[in-house]
């Protein structure tokens, strides 16, 4: 294997830490749709927690996002 | 840099520093991102000062945006720091809107995003790491250290805890700093790589036109998510900051 393929395929398994963001970011919602069914009336408090959680899981993604653009560019 | 070939996509040649203002701007180095802060920082300024020049009863849209944003801020503030939080507001709203006109200028054409370069987000998050260190050991003197050793631990273990404890302190700063740039970057970088899908696509004549509007399609929803992302991660920098501030004055 050639150096410009074996990044490709790095860049590839790089970007595999994903599927642990799409659960993460799944679990965080559905824990919304929960509370907010169980307690309306929390909507807005618990939304401003779940949008922060999202931002702080979501950043796991781009850390393995950035591995990746690092492989493949730089 | 991946510059050879015509199929190879340049993503992070946007992100190269020139100098700008012409010659008065090389002769002391001063590049876009700096040119940039200048902007921000007016902004800044522009928005609160003729916002808050008529000062009517009932706010008109400028008014509203900056009472609004003064308001949020400072709620925020007390919400999470407690009483104290006034005495960190000025710091925190600077703080704020330094980061969301930095990623907000970013979303404009031709405008260029400092808060895409790890200097400028490590600079900031050192910024508020030291400021929550010194005011934790202003606040506590000697008895900050006890931050380290959570309560209630057996003994046997608290050597253990107490590193983990500091590396998770230290941590703090890298954490920070890579969240706010690995955002800005890897969104820049998705334009810029679907942008590019764009004119591939269309040069290869009929067959990929549609998929050329599809990129296209998916750049400007993209562009719409990149305002979503420069907003929260200014408020999730400033909610940690928040939040740190919260720990340094109360200690667990």
Known sequence: MDLASAKMVGAGLAVIALAGVGVGIGNIFAALVNSVARNPAARDRVFGLAILGFALTEAVALYALVIAFIILFV | ?252
């Not at chain 2, 006034?86 to 925190?92: G, M, Q, T």
């Not at chain 2, 990623?103 to 600079?123: C, D, E, Q, R």
């Not at chain 2, 040069?203 to 750049?219: E, Q, R």
């Open chain 2, 1 to 252: 840099m991946a510059a050879e070939g015509s199929s190879s996509i340049d993503a992070l040649g946007q992100f190269q520093l020139h100098t700008a203002l012409g010659p008065i701007g090389a002769s002391v180095n001063f590049t876009q991102a700096n040119l940039m802060m200048v902007v921000s920082g007016l902004g800044i300024l522009a928005l609160l000062w003729f916002g808050m020049k008529p000062r009517a009863m009932v706010p008109g849209r400028l008014q509203a945006a900056a009472e609004l944003s003064y308001d949020t801020m400072l709620s925020m503030c007390l919400e999470q720091i407690g009483p104290e939080g006034r005495k960190f507001f000025p710091f925190v709203f600077t703080l704020f809107f330094f980061i969301l006109f930095g990623n907000l200028l970013g979303v404009f054409p031709y405008f260029f995003t400092f808060t895409s370069h790890i200097a400028v987000t490590l600079a900031l998050a050192l910024l508020v790491f030291v400021l929550v260190t010194t005011v934790a050991i202003r606040e506590h003197g000697w008895h900050f250290f006890s931050y380290f050793v959570p309560q209630g631990i057996p003994v046997v273990l608290a050597p253990l805890l107490v590193v983990i404890e500091v590396i998770s302190y230290l941590s703090r700063v890298i954490s920070l700093s890579v969240r706010l740039f690995a955002n800005m970057m890897a969104g820049h970088v998705m334009l810029e790589v679907f942008g590019a899908f764009i004119i591939m696509l269309g040069g290869l004549g009929a067959l990929g036109y549609a998929p050329a509007g599809l990129s296209l399609a998916l750049n400007t929803i993209l562009i719409g998510f990149e305002l979503l992302v420069a907003v929260l991660q200014a408020y999730v920098f400033a909610v940690l900051t928040c939040i740190y501030l919260h720990d340094a004055v109360h200690l667990h």
